[in-house]
């Protein structure tokens, strides 16, 4: 699904109008009607509603919400905030068609009109919507700070008011701060970046049938990945398939104290369809592996505690004899582990996947990333992408380093955390959809970093491996949260939870 910047938005709604066609007052009491159904479907009781609508066309969508939540019997009051002398056409029309139905209509002008809100009340923010040109000021502001301050259920209707759609606001600006967010057919880019939490909240998209074509031929280098959209990516099994099929995978994980990363990479690679899997660990991780992992052969390094590439068996791993290789959960950053990737990542001519301590290794030795292979997958989390880059001031500016970073070395980048976002050599950026709280434990790193070197072992697309790769495994991670909740999730049950279906 496409993420459209706000100029797209304005264009896809008059596209609409236009190609459909229908009237502007029509598409919004389609946006009503919709938020409507959605508002009764999970608030059925009938607890007082207090509607606050700007001037402009979320102010309308407000009014005509007011109007359709009252044929529906729900108790009402409008609190209209006068903070311009204009108001939009259809602001007025919806103005005129509310003040025939009832007399719940007030008007916010200073402080003192602003009404007491109860806890058990619940609030529709629909001041000021994806208009919005500057921060918000005045009564405007004192409205939204006394919305922030009720204990009431707030529903933002589009997006919160004071939340930009696709710039970043300045620390200080006041935003309502709702428990949901109600917005229309598309993402915003602002709904899945962190920072954006508190002016989020739980954010749900309704279908009003805007113009298809325009949503097709709009660029944009922002997407989110749907379901049916990742399972397009799933490649089938041929029914005459041998386990040569699906590829040779190198692990290079592990230190002593870390043998766990190791076997939990090992095991999600093993239930993401490789064909076969070798696990390279230190010395110390050779009976664990083997006794844990049977499905796994194993290449105990030379080294007892950490890796140094070389092993018992022979020298360095050949990569040649390898589809891919997975480097870095559980490693550690020990001098001939170094030494090791010093030696390994020239002699690479095929995309790997490089995770954790590989990650802060390259960082600290940055002439080594020239070396990592075109199209090879890194997974950072904010940290560790920190590392690789710098700070950034706001999300934007991380998009905007992202962007600069999978572009000057070829790669693709999955910056984890909610929302993760996978980064294309060409710009791109994928976030995805799937995913919650109860992920953020030790270990679930780990567990992509085997989903994501099975699947490039299987011969996907780095992409479409990264897309699909982080999008199963939060799908793992959602599955367990409905069994058990999201706070005794661990690693090994996301692992379990993997289906490629
Ligand atoms: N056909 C359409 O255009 C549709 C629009 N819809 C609604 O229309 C909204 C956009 O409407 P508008 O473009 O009228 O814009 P808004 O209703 O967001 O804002 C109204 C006006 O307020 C002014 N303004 C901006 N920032 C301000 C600030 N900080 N303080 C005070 N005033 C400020 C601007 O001049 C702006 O045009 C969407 O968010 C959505 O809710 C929906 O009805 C769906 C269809
Ligand atoms: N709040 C969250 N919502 C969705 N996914 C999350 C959340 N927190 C963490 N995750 C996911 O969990 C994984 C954590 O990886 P990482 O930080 O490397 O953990 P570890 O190093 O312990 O394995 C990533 O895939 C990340 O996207
Ligand atoms: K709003």
């Avoid at 459209?4 to 596209?15: A, E, F, H, T």
């Avoid at 095991?267 to 076969?276: D, E, K, Q, T, Y």
Wanted: include cysteine.
């Amino acid at each position: 699904m496409k993420i459209l910047n706000v100029d797209q938005i304005r264009s896809l709604d008059q596209s609409t109008i236009q190609h459909e066609p229908i009237a502007p007052i029509n598409l919004m009491e389609r946006a009503a009607l919709s938020f409507v159904d959605w508002f009764a479907d999970r608030f059925k009781s009938k607890h007082p509603i207090k509607i606050f609508c700007g001037l402009g066309n979320n102010g309308g969508d407000g009014l005509a919400i007011a109007r359709l939540l009252l044929e529906r019997t729900y108790p009402i009051d409008v609190y209209v905030v006068r903070y311009a002398p204009r108001e939009s056409d259809d602001f007025m029309h919806n103005h005129r068609r509310l003040k025939l139905v009832t007399e719940n209509i007030h008007y916010i002008e200073s402080a003192t009109d602003i009404p007491t809100i109860r806890h058990n009340e619940i609030v529709l923010d629909a001041i000021l919507g994806s208009g919005l040109s500057r921060p918000t000021e005045g009564i405007v502001k004192t409205t939204i700070e006394a919305i922030n301050r009720a204990p009431a259920t707030v529903i933002a209707v589009d997006i919160a008011s004071g939340l930009y759609t696709d710039q970043p606001n300045k620390p200080g600006d006041v935003i309502v701060e709702p428990d949901y967010t109600v917005s229309f057919q598309l993402p915003k880019l602002a709904f899945v970046l962190p920072k954006n939490g508190p002016f989020v909240g739980e954010w749900h998209l309704l279908d009003i049938q805007l113009h298809k074509r325009f949503i097709d031929q709009a660029p944009t280098s922002y997407y989110y990945t749907q379901p049916k959209e990742a399972r397009l990516l799933l490649h089938k099994r041929d029914r005459f398939s041998n386990k040569g099929t699906f590829g040779h995978a190198l692990l290079l994980v592990g230190s002593y104290g870390k043998i766990g990363a190791a076997i939990l990479a090992a095991r999600a690679c093993l239930r993401s369809g490789v064909g076969l899997l070798t696990v390279q660990v230190p010395q110390c991780g050779y009976i664990p592996l083997q006794t844990i992992v049977p499905e796994a052969m194993c290449r105990p390094d030379r080294n007892e505690h950490v890796l140094s590439g070389t092993s018992q068996l022979d020298d360095v791993p050949d990569p040649t004899d390898y589809s891919t290789i997975g480097l870095g959960p559980g490693i550690g950053k020990a001098p001939e582990t170094l030494a090791m990737m010093k030696t390994l990542l020239p002699m690479l001519k095929k995309p790997i996947v490089v995770d954790a301590d590989a990650l802060n290794l390259l960082s600290e030795n940055r002439e080594l990333l020239v070396y990592l292979p075109k199209n090879s997958i890194l997974t950072p989390h904010p940290k560790e992408f920190e590392r690789l880059t710098k700070k950034w001031d706001n999300d934007y500016e991380k998009l905007d380093l992202l962007r600069e970073f999978t572009r000057k070395y070829g790669v693709v980048v999955v910056l984890k955390g909610a929302y993760s976002a996978v980064a294309t050599p060409e710009g791109d950026i994928h976030f995805n959809s799937t995913g919650n709280p109860g992920l953020s434990t030790g270990g679930t790193g780990d567990v992509l970093t085997g989903i994501l070197t099975a699947l490039l072992a299987q011969g996907y697309d780095s992409v479409e491996a990264a897309v699909l790769g982080v999008f199963t495994h939060g799908l793992a991670g959602d599955v367990v949260a409905r069994k058990r909740g999201p706070i005794g999730m661990v690693a090994s049950d996301v692992i379990d939870a993997l289906s490629w279906e």
